[in-house]
């Protein structure tokens, strides 16, 4: 019997021992498992990051090079209005060569066509009430017969690329 408790004690020691590995095996392992969880959501959201800073870039490039083209879309719109308007006094001067007045009304026409592509629009005026924002008034006069800041007359067409104002409508207003 004494052999049989000396063999169960060392069986016992022998499980204890095994235990003890056993446990801090497994706290071991859960160490590291949660280390490695840590890593891989550190790792997660540095990649979620780097992901909204790339779409920021490309959301701010392609504003900018929106904000380029119309910049540029803009100056060269400014520097064709002085042949606008030179078309238009010569649409509205009376010729007896009728062919001649056919090609400049083309023409005219080819050249609001080409802004309008470029998404230039005129700014409307006679008929509209003063806007400071989109007209500039260099005559005022009295007349009952028109509404109260009403635009009777368009000296220079004005025009708009969008919602920027690339020259005012000169114009002359009523009361």
């Known amino acids: 019997m004494k052999k049989k408790k000396q063999i169960e ?99 005219m026409a080819q050249l609001s066509e080409i802004f309008e592509s470029l998404g230039i629009s005129k700014i409307p005026a006679v008929g509209e009430t003063f806007n400071p924002e989109l007209h500039n008034a260099v005559f005022h006069i009295e007349d009952e017969a028109y509404g109260e800041s009403e635009i009777v007359e368009q000296f220079l067409t004005g025009f708009m690329l969008g919602d920027k104002v690339l020259r005012h409508s000169v114009v002359k207003v009523a009361n």
């Open 9 to 107: 004690e060392t069986v016992e020691a022998a499980v204890e021992e095994a235990a003890e590995t056993v446990t801090e095996e497994v706290l071991e392992e859960k160490k590291e498992s949660a280390e490695a969880e840590q890593a891989l959501a550190a790792e997660k959201e540095r990649y979620l990051r780097l992901a909204a800073e790339y779409e920021n870039y490309r959301k701010r490039s392609q504003k900018e090079r929106e904000d380029l083209q119309n910049f540029i879309r803009a100056d060269v719109a400014v520097k064709f209005l002085p042949v606008y308007d030179n078309l238009e006094r010569a649409v509205l001067t009376e010729t007896e060569d009728e062919a001649f007045f056919k090609g400049v009304e083309m023409t």
